[in-house]
C-alpha cells in the first residue's frame, strides 16, 4: 500500500517537475504585436506496472509473485543471530607437572651405581574445554613442550609417548636424553607439534576431558651413589591448540539473546489509519552445522508504532523453535517456524494499527534436552544463523491510510508573462486503491505557500473487483491543477512540495478485501494548458 500510494501521488506533481524543467517560454520570439496566446499540449505519458512500482521498494527486500495466480506478497527480512564455532568450543592452554620419585624410577640406593634400570610411570592430563565434555578432537594446531628437569647424577633417558594421539594412525612419542655431566640439576626438552593430530580423550582414567601420557625411563649408572632422595620432574605445557573438529558433549549452554526488528516498509510514511492483512505469516529460518540440538525460546514478539511509542502484543505464539542437528559432520540442517494465523491468536490483527517495525526477543540454548545420543560434533567452520522473513501477502482492506511527503523543488524560470497554468492529470487505475491528496507549496523555511486545489482532491478512482478481491473493471478520473498569475510568481520562492494524502481500498470502510496481482496496472497522462499576454 505505502509504495502504490506514494508512487500515485507523487505522479500528481510530475507536471509541475516537469514544467520546472523546461525552457524558458519565449513568447516574444512566437508572434508580433499584443495577442493572448493560449495553448495545450501533452507532456508526459507513462504506464506503470505492478511491478514498476514495486521496484521502488529496498533492494533487500522481496516481492514475490505466485507463479500460478500471479498474486503478490511482499516478504521483509533480518538477519537475527548468529554464532561460530569458537563461541562454542575452545580450547585452552594448560600446565602439568610429573615428579617422578626414588620409588616410582625402580632405582636402588647403592654408593656407586653402575647398573642400568628401566621404569615405566603414566600421567592423566586434563584439558581445560570449559563446559564441553571432549571424546575427540582433530587437531588444526597446537603445540606440547615437554621440559625434564633431574637431580639424579646419572645418565637418563625419557621416552614420552601419548597413546592418545595418533599421528598417521600412530601415537606420538619422542626420547629425551639428559647426559650427567657432573652437575646437578641437569635436563632436556623435546616438543610436538600437533597439527593435524587425532586425540582420544577417553582412554584415561575419566571418561573425557583426559589423556595419559606414558614416561619410560631409563637410569644408567655413572659409578656415581644412589641416595634414595632422587627425582625427575617432566613439566608439560599445552599451548595454542585449536580444532578440525571436535566429538563430545558441548553443554547445554545460553547462547545469546537474539533481539532486533524489522521495518516494515509499507508503512514507513504512514501515520495513522486502519489497515488489515489476511494471512500473513512469520517466517524464522535457521541453518545450522553444528552437531547438536537447538532451541530458541521466545520472550516477546510485537510490532511498534515509532510515531506514538504503542506496542501491539503478539499472542497465542509458540513458545519456543527447535532447530535440528544435521545428520553428520560438515553438513547443515534447515530448520523453520511458521507464524500463521492459524497458531498464533492476533497475527492479522496486530498491523492493524499500522505499525513500522516487527520487533522479536528471545533466548537462545544449545542442547535443550540435556547429554543425549547421539555425541555432539563440532567443525571449525560451523556456525548457527537464524534469520526472519516477514511476509505480507498484499490481500486485505485499508481505510483512513494517512502518510505525507516531502520532495525538494527548484525553480529559476522567469515567467512573468505567465497569467496562468493549467496541468491536466488523467489516471486510468486499474489498482484497488483510491487516493485524495493536496499538495502544498512551501518556502526555504518550510513555511506554506500556496496549495494546488480548495480541498483535498480525489486524483485516484479505485478499479471495482469480484467478490474474490480481483480487479474487474477500471477506473478513470482526471483532475486539474490550476495555478493563477499569483501563483506562478510565487514558485520562484518554492523550495519543498509536501503531499498529504488520505486513501483506502476499495470500498475498504466496508471490510472489501482486495488482492494485488502481477498484472495491475496504472496509466498515466498528463498536458498542460498555458495563458500568457504578450504587449509589444
Given at each position: 500500500m505505502?509504495?502504490?500510494?506514494?508512487?500515485?501521488?507523487?505522479?500528481?506533481?510530475?507536471?509541475i517537475?516537469?514544467?520546472?524543467?523546461c525552457e524558458?517560454?519565449?513568447?516574444?520570439?512566437?508572434?508580433q504585436g499584443?495577442?493572448n496566446?493560449?495553448?495545450?499540449?501533452p507532456?508526459?505519458?507513462s504506464?506503470?506496472s505492478?511491478?514498476?512500482?514495486?521496484a521502488?521498494t529496498?533492494?533487500?527486500?522481496?516481492?514475490?509473485?505466485?507463479?500460478?495466480t500471479?498474486a503478490?506478497?511482499?516478504?521483509y527480512?533480518?538477519?537475527?543471530?548468529s554464532?561460530?564455532?569458537?563461541?562454542?568450543?575452545q580450547?585452552?592452554d594448560?600446565?602439568e607437572?610429573?615428579?617422578?620419585d626414588?620409588?616410582?624410577?625402580?632405582?636402588?640406593?647403592s654408593p656407586?651405581?653402575i647398573g642400568?634400570?628401566?621404569?615405566?610411570?603414566n600421567?592423566d592430563?586434563?584439558?581445560?574445554?570449559g563446559?564441553a565434555e571432549?571424546?575427540?578432537?582433530?587437531?588444526k594446531?597446537?603445540?606440547i613442550s615437554?621440559n625434564?628437569?633431574?637431580?639424579?647424577?646419572?645418565d637418563?633417558t625419557?621416552?614420552?609417548?601419548?597413546?592418545?594421539l595418533?599421528?598417521n594412525g600412530?601415537p606420538?612419542?619422542?626420547?629425551?636424553?639428559?647426559?650427567?655431566?657432573?652437575?646437578?640439576p641437569?635436563?632436556g626438552t623435546?616438543t610436538?607439534?600437533l597439527t593435524?593430530?587425532?586425540?582420544?580423550?577417553?582412554l584415561?582414567?575419566a571418561?573425557?576431558?583426559?589423556?595419559s601420557?606414558?614416561?619410560?625411563t631409563t637410569?644408567?649408572?655413572?659409578?656415581?651413589?644412589i641416595?634414595?632422595?632422587?627425582?625427575?620432574?617432566?613439566?608439560?605445557?599445552?599451548t595454542?591448540?585449536d580444532?578440525?573438529?571436535a566429538i563430545g558433549?558441548?553443554?547445554?549452554?545460553?547462547?545469546g539473546?537474539p533481539?532486533?526488528s524489522v521495518?516494515?516498509?509499507i508503512?514507513?510514511?504512514?501515520?495513522n489509519g486502519?489497515f488489515?492483512?489476511v494471512?500473513?505469516?512469520?517466517?524464522?529460518?535457521?541453518e545450522n552445522?553444528?552437531g547438536f540440538?537447538?532451541?530458541?525460546?521466545f520472550a516477546d514478539l510485537k510490532?511498534?508504532?515509532?510515531?506514538?511509542g504503542?506496542e501491539?502484543?503478539?499472542?497465542g505464539?509458540?513458545s519456543?523453535f527447535?532447530?535440528?542437528r544435521?545428520a553428520?559432520?560438515?553438513?547443515s540442517s534447515?530448520?523453520?517456524?511458521?507464524?500463521?494465523?492459524?497458531?498464533?491468536?492476533n497475527?492479522?490483527n496486530?498491523?492493524?494499527?499500522?505499525?513500522k517495525?516487527?520487533?522479536?526477543?528471545?533466548?537462545?540454548?544449545s542442547?535443550p534436552?540435556?547429554?543425549t545420543?547421539?555425541?555432539?560434533?563440532?567443525?571449525d567452520?560451523?556456525?548457527l544463523?537464524?534469520?526472519t522473513?516477514?511476509?505480507?501477502?498484499?490481500e486485505?482492506?485499508?481505510?483512513?491510510?494517512e502518510f505525507k511527503d516531502?520532495?525538494?523543488?527548484e525553480?529559476e524560470?522567469?515567467?512573468?508573462q505567465?497569467?496562468?497554468?493549467?496541468?491536466?492529470?488523467?489516471v486510468d487505475?486499474g489498482f484497488?486503491?483510491?487516493?485524495?491528496?493536496?499538495i502544498?507549496?512551501?518556502?526555504?523555511n518550510?513555511?506554506?505557500?500556496?496549495t494546488?486545489?480548495n480541498?483535498?482532491e480525489s486524483?485516484?478512482?479505485s478499479?471495482?473487483?469480484?467478490n474474490?478481491g480481483?480487479?474487474?473493471?477500471?477506473?478513470?478520473?482526471?483532475?486539474?491543477?490550476?495555478?493563477?498569475?499569483?501563483?506562478i510568481?510565487?514558485?520562484?520562492?518554492?523550495?519543498?512540495?509536501?503531499?498529504n494524502?488520505?486513501s483506502?481500498?476499495y470500498?475498504?470502510?466496508?471490510?472489501q478485501?482486495?488482492k494485488?496481482?502481477d498484472?495491475?496496472n496504472?496509466?498515466?497522462?498528463l498536458g498542460i494548458?498555458v495563458?500568457?499576454?504578450?504587449?509589444?
Amino acid at each position: 500500500m505505502k509504495l502504490l500510494n506514494r508512487t500515485l501521488l507523487h505522479l500528481c506533481c510530475v507536471g509541475i517537475l516537469l514544467f520546472s524543467s523546461c525552457e524558458k517560454l519565449e513568447f516574444d520570439k512566437i508572434a508580433q504585436g499584443a495577442w493572448n496566446p493560449n495553448f495545450a499540449v501533452p507532456i508526459a505519458h507513462s504506464n506503470f506496472s505492478a511491478a514498476d512500482i514495486l521496484a521502488h521498494t529496498d533492494s533487500t527486500d522481496l516481492v514475490v509473485v505466485d507463479a500460478n495466480t500471479g498474486a503478490i506478497a511482499l516478504v521483509y527480512k533480518s538477519d537475527i543471530f548468529s554464532i561460530g564455532a569458537n563461541s562454542i568450543l575452545q580450547l585452552q592452554d594448560m600446565s602439568e607437572t610429573a615428579v617422578l620419585d626414588f620409588s616410582q624410577l625402580n632405582v636402588p640406593a647403592s654408593p656407586t651405581f653402575i647398573g642400568s634400570v628401566t621404569s615405566n610411570n603414566n600421567e592423566d592430563i586434563t584439558f581445560n574445554a570449559g563446559t564441553a565434555e571432549l571424546h575427540q578432537v582433530d587437531f588444526k594446531s597446537g603445540m606440547i613442550s615437554i621440559n625434564i628437569s633431574a637431580n639424579i647424577s646419572h645418565d637418563i633417558t625419557c621416552k614420552i609417548t601419548f597413546p592418545a594421539l595418533n599421528f598417521n594412525g600412530s601415537p606420538i612419542s619422542e626420547t629425551i636424553s639428559l647426559t650427567y655431566s657432573g652437575s646437578v640439576p641437569h635436563s632436556g626438552t623435546a616438543t610436538f607439534d600437533l597439527t593435524n593430530v587425532l586425540g582420544d580423550f577417553t582412554l584415561g582414567s575419566a571418561p573425557f576431558n583426559e589423556i595419559s601420557v606414558n614416561m619410560e625411563t631409563t637410569i644408567t649408572g655413572t659409578g656415581e651413589p644412589i641416595t634414595g632422595n632422587e627425582d625427575i620432574t617432566i613439566d608439560f605445557s599445552i599451548t595454542n591448540l585449536d580444532f578440525n573438529n571436535a566429538i563430545g558433549y558441548f553443554g547445554q549452554n545460553d547462547l545469546g539473546i537474539p533481539g532486533d526488528s524489522v521495518l516494515l516498509k509499507i508503512f514507513e510514511n504512514s501515520n495513522n489509519g486502519y489497515f488489515e492483512i489476511v494471512n500473513p505469516k512469520i517466517n524464522f529460518y535457521a541453518e545450522n552445522s553444528f552437531g547438536f540440538p537447538i532451541r530458541v525460546n521466545f520472550a516477546d514478539l510485537k510490532t511498534v508504532d515509532v510515531e506514538n511509542g504503542n506496542e501491539y502484543p503478539l499472542t497465542g505464539f509458540p513458545s519456543f523453535f527447535d532447530i535440528t542437528r544435521p545428520a553428520s559432520m560438515g553438513q547443515s540442517s534447515i530448520s523453520m517456524l511458521e507464524l500463521n494465523t492459524s497458531n498464533t491468536g492476533n497475527l492479522s490483527n496486530i498491523i492493524s494499527s499500522v505499525p513500522k517495525y516487527f520487533v522479536y526477543q528471545g533466548s537462545v540454548l544449545s542442547n535443550p534436552n540435556g547429554s543425549t545420543t547421539p555425541l555432539n560434533f563440532i567443525t571449525d567452520q560451523s556456525q548457527l544463523n537464524i534469520r526472519t522473513e516477514v511476509e505480507m501477502p498484499l490481500e486485505g482492506s485499508a481505510y483512513g491510510f494517512e502518510f505525507k511527503d516531502t520532495l525538494e523543488f527548484e525553480f529559476e524560470e522567469d515567467l512573468t508573462q505567465l497569467e496562468s497554468v493549467m496541468f491536466r492529470l488523467n489516471v486510468d487505475n486499474g489498482f484497488p486503491v483510491d487516493l485524495k491528496s493536496q499538495i502544498t507549496f512551501l518556502d526555504e523555511n518550510y513555511a506554506p505557500l500556496f496549495t494546488a486545489f480548495n480541498t483535498p482532491e480525489s486524483v485516484v478512482l479505485s478499479a471495482s473487483v469480484d467478490n474474490t478481491g480481483k480487479v474487474n473493471e477500471r477506473a478513470q478520473k482526471i483532475t486539474d491543477i490550476n495555478l493563477n498569475e499569483q501563483e506562478i510568481q510565487q514558485m520562484q520562492n518554492v523550495k519543498y512540495i509536501l503531499f498529504n494524502a488520505v486513501s483506502q481500498t476499495y470500498n475498504g470502510l466496508s471490510g472489501q478485501l482486495v488482492k494485488f496481482y502481477d498484472h495491475y496496472n496504472l496509466d498515466f497522462r498528463l498536458g498542460i494548458q498555458v495563458q500568457g499576454k504578450i504587449e509589444l
